[in-house]
Nanobody, 126 residues
Framework: QVQLVESGGGLVQAGGSLRLSCAAS????????MGWFRQAPGKVRMFVAS????????AYEDSVKGRFTISRDNAKNMVYLHMNSLKPEDTAIYYC???????????????????WGQGTQVTVSP
């Protein structure tokens, strides 16, 4: 069973940048599709970005396209979310998730992800 630990959240002004990291403890990291999701207060957890096992396939939620970049390093068991041009509406708890996949696809449905990290808070001030 993979375990995930996020880091890199914090407080940033609008227009600023942050890089979230997610460390996975598993010997089979390259078999997992990885995703980032976020949950704002009073709202449901929403898809942000995902990356396939190889890194060749990537998906983004429309509101973050062009601002966020997901990447992974299979040699280090890490996945990253680079966030630029942050807006107050990006404020949320960000979760890393893993999905054991047979195919090299980037999943966008949170219900297919079976392992979640504890989350990291991102707060963007106006």
């Amino acid at each position: 069973q993979v375990q995930l630990v996020e880091s890199g959240g914090g407080l940033v002004q609008a227009g600023g940048s942050l890089r979230l990291s997610c460390a996975a403890s598993t010997r089979t990291f390259s078999r997992y599709g990885m995703g980032w999701f976020r949950q704002a207060p009073g709202k449901v957890r929403m898809f942000v970005a995902s990356i396939s096992r190889s890194g060749n396939n990537i998906a983004y939620e429309d509101s973050v396209k062009g601002r966020f970049t997901i990447s992974r390093d299979n040699a280090k068991n890490m996945v990253y979310l680079h966030m630029n041009s942050l807006k107050p509406e990006d404020t949320a708890i960000y979760y890393c998730a893993a999905d054991f996949r047979l195919s090299d696809t980037a999943g966008t449905d949170k219900n297919t992800y079976d392992t979640w990290g504890q989350g990291t808070q991102v707060t963007v001030s106006p």
